[in-house]
């Protein structure tokens, strides 16, 4: 498939950008700063855009059979956090005016304010708090794919990331906030990239979670 990328240079971007072309897709590679982005492949253009501007994003998605975020913006204690909102809202604009209409992109388990409130003391009052203009940012965004009528959207929400490679380990999923375990507390608290990577990539063959988002661990 023929994929526009956006975050390509962040840790999880770089994953799937490296699993995208072993599996044989061409992608184009939509980063802010080329430099950071070592790997060079036949099937690999990097561009350069600017993420918030529809008119600079639309350019390099026309042709393209689907948009794949793994965008991330540092927590903000003073301002609050709009990136997720601000990108989102220019790449549905840039998707719309050249027909592409199947996005994947990644958040994170426990966006909606009060769905933490099962898991462990140290990640309900000491994590969630520090990230939680994070949290509410990727929430809005959450919330406004949730608003487009002509877009097939899927949102992944992982738990922690951890910097491993992809595992061949079983995904457990689940539509909402986390993933529970039998007793309805959260099954696990941190992933590799190249498994969330690997997860992403694997919804390009499927329409189980189109319009939907999904949270996902490694058994």
């Given at each position: ?29 939509l980063v ?47 301002t609050g ?23 994947i992109t ?114």
């Amino acid at each position: 498939m023929k994929i526009a990328l956006v975050g390509a240079t962040g840790q999880t971007g770089q994953y799937l950008v490296n699993q995208a072309l072993q599996q044989g897709h061409v992608v184009t590679a939509l980063v802010r700063n080329p430099g950071k982005l070592t790997v060079t492949h036949e099937n690999l253009k990097v561009v350069t855009t600017d993420i918030f501007s529809a008119d600079s994003l639309k350019t390099h998605f026309k042709d393209q059979d689907v948009v794949m975020s793994c965008l991330g913006f540092p927590a903000s204690f003073f301002t609050g956090v709009t990136g997720y909102t601000r990108s989102m809202t220019a790449m549905v604009s840039a998707m719309q005016e050249t027909r592409v209409n199947r996005i994947i992109t990644m958040t994170s388990w426990y966006t909606e304010p009060n769905s933490g409130t099962q898991s462990s003391y140290l990640i309900r009052f000491l994590l969630l708090p520090l990230i939680r203009s994070v949290l509410n940012n990727m929430y809005e965004m959450e919330q406004f794919l949730q608003k487009t009528e002509d877009i097939n959207w899927t949102v992944v929400r992982p738990p922690g990331l951890k910097n491993l490679p992809a595992t061949a380990q079983e995904f457990l999923t689940h539509e909402g906030y986390f993933v529970p375990d039998n007793n309805g507390q959260p099954a696990g608290s941190a992933v590799g990239r190249g498994d969330v990577a690997r997860f992403m990539l694997s919804l390009l063959n499927s329409n189980a979670w189109v319009k939907k988002g999904v949270a996902i661990t490694t058994k």
